[in-house]
C-alpha cells in the first residue's frame, strides 16, 4: 500500500523558514519517473502547485514561488523535503504532498498525482 | 506559466442529474489534463489522467474528453458522494498548475 504522510510546525512566525518532510512507503523515491510534489491549499481556496522532484533528481518550481522554496529528497529515508522561506500569513495553509506517478504510450509520458497524503494545517502568526 | 481557468465555479445538482464542468488552458496542452475531485476536509483524489482515462477504482459515470485547449468532465447521473470540489491540472510543462476548482452542491 503506498502511503504519504507530511509533516513539520503548524504554526511558523512571519518572515521565518518553512521545512516540512514527506515520508513514503509503499514505493520506491528511486523508482524511475516517478517523483513527489508538494501542493497548497489556503482555507477556501484553491489547489496551488508549488514543486516536484524525480528519482533522476529532476526538479521544478512554481514560477510565483521559485525564490522562496528548495526540494529535495533523501531516498535513504524515503523522505521528500521542502523549504519555504521568508513565511507571511498569506502563506497559511494546508500543504499536501503527492505521488507523481507516469503512464507511457508510445513516445509521450502523461504525468498525474495518484496517491496523496492527508495534507498538514500550516498558520503563519506571530 | 499555463493559467487553467474552470467553469463554471459553482454549480447546483441534484441526485441523477448530468452535469458538465470546463476546464480551458490558456494554451495547447495536448491531453496532459489530470480532474481530481475533492471532499471537505481531505485530500484530493485522482480522478481521470491524460484527459480522458478513469483512473482505477473510479465509477464509469465519471467521463473526460478534450484535447488542445479545452476539456470537459462529464459527471453521467450524480450521486450523493459526488457533491465535492473538482479541479483540473496540466501537466504539460514542468509547472503543473490547477484551475481554480468547480464546487459542486446539491440543488
Known amino acids: 500500500q503506498v502511503t504519504l504522510k507530511e509533516s513539520g510546525p503548524v504554526l511558523v512566525k512571519p518572515t521565518e523558514t518553512l521545512t516540512l518532510t514527506c515520508t513514503v512507503s509503499g514505493f520506491s523515491l528511486s523508482h524511475a519517473r516517478m517523483g513527489v510534489s508538494w501542493i497548497r491549499q489556503p482555507p477556501g481556496k484553491a489547489l496551488e502547485w508549488l514543486a516536484h522532484i524525480f528519482s533522476i533528481d529532476e526538479k521544478s518550481y512554481s514560477t510565483s514561488l521559485q525564490n522562496r522554496l528548495t526540494i529535495s529528497q533523501d531516498t535513504s529515508k524515503s523522505q521528500a523535503v521542502l523549504t519555504m522561506t521568508n513565511m507571511d500569513p498569506v502563506d497559511t495553509a494546508t500543504y499536501y504532498c503527492?505521488?507523481?506517478?507516469?503512464?507511457?504510450?508510445?513516445?509521450?509520458?502523461?504525468?498525474?498525482?495518484?496517491?496523496w497524503g492527508k495534507g498538514t494545517t500550516v498558520t503563519v502568526s506571530s | 506559466d499555463i493559467q487553467m481557468t474552470q467553469s463554471p465555479s459553482s454549480l447546483s445538482a441534484s441526485v441523477g442529474d448530468r452535469v458538465t464542468i470546463t476546464c480551458r488552458a490558456s494554451q495547447s496542452i495536448s491531453r496532459y489534463l489530470n480532474w481530481y475531485q475533492q471532499e471537505p476536509g481531505k485530500a484530493p483524489k485522482l480522478l481521470i489522467y491524460a484527459a480522458s482515462t478513469l483512473h482505477s477504482g473510479v465509477p464509469s459515470r465519471f467521463r473526460g474528453s478534450g484535447s488542445g485547449t479545452d476539456f470537459t468532465l462529464t459527471i453521467s447521473s450524480l450521486q450523493p458522494e459526488d457533491f465535492a470540489t473538482y479541479s483540473c491540472q496540466q501537466t504539460y510543462n514542468t509547472a503543473f498548475t490547477f484551475g481554480q476548482g468547480t464546487k459542486l452542491e446539491i440543488k
Open positions: 503527492a505521488r507523481i506517478n507516469v503512464v507511457v504510450v508510445g513516445p509521450t509520458y502523461y504525468y498525474y498525482m495518484d496517491v
